[in-house]
């Protein structure tokens, strides 16, 4: 397989490339940073039909409970997102998980004063045979 050269922090996803047949990283880590925000999104919007689609049941159902005890900041928004280092990427019989730790800033309001920054660790995953592109969040 032709796998291209790979920074240091990404270069686990040399896996990805071994065991999925139309992998791409970049497409893979600009898919991971959109799906990031769209779940930080849905969530503190109490959003649970976007999530359904994004997460695994076990995931969905954690914040589902989050949700429904109202743990949601619906006025915080994301000032800056990145993608610090693909952590591990993982294959177990079907499936493939990939490890990422995010670096974001969120703010309420618009309000710079007030970001803060946070350090996640999500894990990704699908099964290897899937053709559909899209990854499900399977923990944080």
Same mark, same amino acid.
């Given at each position: $397989?032709?796998?291209?050269?790979?920074? *240091?922090?990404?270069?686990?996803?040399?896996?990805?490339?071994?065991?999925? *047949?139309? !992998?791409?990283?970049?497409?893979?880590?600009?898919?991971? $940073?959109?799906?990031?925000?769209?779940? %930080?999104?849905?969530?503190?919007?109490?959003? /649970? $039909?976007?999530?359904?689609?994004?997460?695994?049941?076990?995931?969905? &159902?954690?914040?589902?409970?989050? +949700?429904?005890?109202?743990?949601? &900041?619906? =006025?915080?928004?994301? !000032?800056?997102?990145?993608?610090?280092? %693909? =952590?591990?990427?993982?294959?177990?019989?079907?499936?493939?998980?990939?490890?990422?730790?995010?670096?974001? =800033?969120?703010?309420?309001?618009?309000?710079?004063?007030?970001?803060? /920054?946070?350090?996640?660790?999500?894990? !990704?995953?699908?099964? +290897? /045979?899937? /053709? &559909?592109?899209?990854?499900?969040?399977?923990?944080?």
């Amino acid at each position: $397989k032709n796998i291209p050269q790979l920074d *240091d922090n990404i270069v686990e996803l040399k896996k990805a490339y071994e065991n999925l *047949d139309s !992998f791409n990283h970049k497409s893979f880590i600009d898919g991971a $940073k959109l799906a990031f925000e769209t779940i %930080i999104n849905a969530f503190n919007s109490g959003d /649970k $039909k976007t999530l359904k689609n994004l997460l695994t049941n076990e995931v969905f &159902d954690a914040f589902e409970e989050e +949700i429904n005890k109202n743990n949601i &900041d619906s =006025e915080s928004q994301i !000032f800056s997102l990145n993608i610090e280092k %693909i =952590e591990s990427v993982l294959v177990d019989q079907d499936k493939i998980s990939i490890k990422i730790k995010f670096i974001s =800033e969120k703010f309420k309001n618009n309000d710079e004063s007030t970001i803060t /920054k946070n350090e996640d660790i999500w894990t !990704f995953e699908k099964p +290897i /045979k899937s /053709k &559909d592109p899209n990854w499900f969040l399977a923990s944080t």
